[in-house]
């Protein structure tokens, strides 16, 4: 596994990947668990982010890589094995008054797992995360934190960390912040400065260490708060609505990250999160559930049984009867919601449909395959 991800890390620096490789460095070395590996790699890191001009450098920047790759390759020993977390079963819940119910549903997630909770404001994403939390009580249903051998609410909330889409405030100095949460999480002295000094790389937030709440951006608020639950090695990272605060370039970023994250040696966790990014979303998650109105609608792990008909968008100048005509008799329904054309039919493969429109040289200027995306459900 280390020759494979050392290998991995190597084909990013060769190929001018040079922020991800970075990345991926870091966490190399975080797996290793070696102090002064883990402490190189931070220093080299500052060297490459300082760079102003990423075209240009730092003298020695790839030399000194291969060299922190092959140390970490040679110390990186550890075998992940996959571990149950948390398990809900038909978990239900009614609000006071009966104005919204969350129907029974079931989900399972396992270290190096992310799933993926989607659906529109209001439908019951933000719900189901707080019950899977310990944040609301049930109604119906049971949830098994399968690594607590006591899951009171005490233990469930060092099990689980939970990051609501509007980030409480704090005070002082981001780093401040930073090393006091390490401190809680029992790291002290010079493992601690190592610790935070390694998150503020890992984050991209170190030019940001001495600022306050107010001069900083909502996204790098977010950044922060992920870097603090993180310095607490929660087993369950729970995200509601991490993307809504960052731009297209951030959330990638950051949604690699988690995978990288979730699957590390270090602290190997589940990630849930919800989402009204699909696309982002599902390149992803290993599983992902759609709600609406409190009912579980889809759940890609079922998606064979449940999806019997081809689903395409596109989006084409021609009109609707051109397209029509391409078809000819088939079997299909088109619908157009001022932007994009939908196509559901059971007759075509999404290829076969994409081969027709290309052969009858239909002007496209997007299309997506979204026969197993909740996109279709929406």
């Known amino acids: 596994m280390s020759n494979a991800a050392s290998n991995e890390i190597a084909s990013y620096f060769k190929h001018g990947d040079y922020d991800l490789a970075v990345r991926r460095t870091l966490d190399f070395c975080l797996d290793t668990d ?210 809504a605060n960052l731009d297209i370039n951030a959330q990638q970023t950051i949604l690699t990250d988690l995978i990288f994250m979730a699957k590390a040696a270090h602290n190997p966790m589940g990630v849930i999160l919800s989402s009204q990014q699909l696309h982002e979303v599902e390149k992803v998650a290993d599983t992902v559930i759609f709600i609406k109105n409190g009912n579980c609608l889809y759940s890609s792990n079922d998606k064979e049984e449940k999806i019997t008909s081809t689903a395409v968008e596109f989006e084409t100048a021609a009109d609707r009867e051109t397209v029509l005509q391409i078809f000819g008799d088939a079997n299909i329904e088109m619908q157009f919601n001022g932007g994009f054309y939908t196509i559901t039919t059971a007759a075509f493969s999404a290829q076969q449909i994409l081969g027709k429109m290309v052969q009858q040289n239909l002007p496209l200027t997007y299309f997506r395959d979204i026969t197993y995306s909740t996109k279709r459900f929406f």
């Open 34 to 243: 070696d102090d002064t590996l883990i402490a190189d790699a931070v220093h080299w890191s500052s060297n490459y982010n300082r760079t102003a001009d990423k075209t240009t450098l730092p003298e020695n920047f790839t030399g000194k890589a291969t060299e922190i790759l092959t140390a970490a390759a040679a110390l990186n020993t550890k075998i992940n094995t996959v571990q149950p977390l948390v398990s809900a079963k038909k978990i239900a819940k009614t609000y006071s008054g009966g104005n919204f119910s969350l129907k029974p549903i079931s989900v399972e997630i396992k270290t190096g797992n992310v799933l993926g909770v989607v659906g529109e404001n209001g439908n019951g994403k933000t719900t189901l995360l707080r019950c899977i939390a310990g944040q609301l009580s049930l109604d119906a249903g049971i949830i098994e934190y399968h690594l607590l051998n006591k899951p009171d609410n005490y233990a469930v909330k060092n099990h689980i960390a939970f990051i609501p889409q509007r980030i409480p405030r704090w005070y002082g100095q981001l780093k401040d912040n930073l090393h006091f949460s390490a401190a809680i999480a029992g790291v002290h002295g010079k493992k601690n400065e190592l610790m935070v000094a390694f998150m503020l790389e890992r984050l991209n937030l170190s030019r940001y260490a001495n600022l306050t709440w107010n001069q900083i951006s909502s996204g790098y608020r977010t950044r922060f708060e992920i870097a603090r639950i993180l310095l607490q090695k929660p087993r369950l990272l729970i995200l509601d609505e991490p993307l």
